[in-house]
């Protein structure tokens, strides 16, 4: 049960997007259409923003967008703006259990 | 409004238990995959368990198997962990959430295993 692997930190201008991924292995990102991404902001609870690697819940900008290239999962936040501030995390479903990445620290410069 | 609640944290000595709970409302949670998910002080999120809308099917991290049991109580909209043996290790907030893909989590439950 190993942790996906995301980057510590990324960071953009307001309106520049930015990109965020997420690499597992074969075991479960490269295996499964079960990616989510999470937003949290600080002392709040994890908010789904992505989930089954491209759908949007409703209520989720449209700014927000997954994708996946076999075993890497991507976040792609465009038109940053300062509420995006916050962290991100990615997990996938592998097989009997869920694994978690380690979260990226989204900067809104 | 949909919502989760989690009730049952505190402060507990190393080898202690604890009861979690999770309540349900404004969905129909008799149907509702569920999940506990923690976030140790500063850290990220760790999945723990997950439980089936029957509870046929059961799974736990690697951390707290044999030591942490997922249960629910369709009757009455309630999730529920069991924590035994705790160690200082699951300090952490835990957090309810809900579905396969975890769209809906409650505002969580501190736990602190100390002496």
């Known amino acids: 049960q190993s942790a996906l692997t995301q980057p510590p930190s990324a960071s953009g201008s307001p309106g520049q997007s930015v990109t965020i991924s997420c690499t597992g292995t074969s075991n479960d990102v490269g295996n499964y259409n079960y990616v989510s991404w999470f937003q949290q902001h600080p002392g709040k609870a994890p908010k789904l923003m992505i989930y089954e690697v491209t759908e949007r819940p409703s209520g989720v900008p449209d700014r927000f967008s997954g994708s996946k290239s076999g075993n890497t999962a991507s976040l792609t936040v465009s038109g940053l703006q300062a509420d995006d501030e916050a962290d991100y995390y990615c997990s996938s479903y592998a097989g009997s259990n869920v694994v978690f990445g380690g979260g990226t620290k989204l900067t809104v410069l | 409004e949909v919502q989760l609640v989690e009730s049952g944290g505190g402060l507990v000595k190393p080898g202690g238990s604890l009861r979690l709970s999770c309540a349900a409302s404004a969905f129909t949670f008799s149907t509702s995959y569920m999940n506990w998910v923690r976030q140790a002080p500063g850290k990220g999120l760790e999945w723990v368990s997950s439980?089936?809308?029957?509870?046929?099917?059961?799974y736990y991290a690697d951390s707290v198997k044999g030591r942490f049991t997922i249960s629910r109580d369709n009757a009455k909209n309630s999730l529920y962990l069991q924590m035994n043996s705790l160690r200082a290790e699951d300090t952490a907030m835990y957090y309810c959430a809900r579905s396969y893909s975890a769209d809906i989590w409650g505002h969580g439950t501190m736990v602190t295993v100390s002496s």
């Open positions: 439980i089936s809308s029957s509870s046929s099917y059961i």
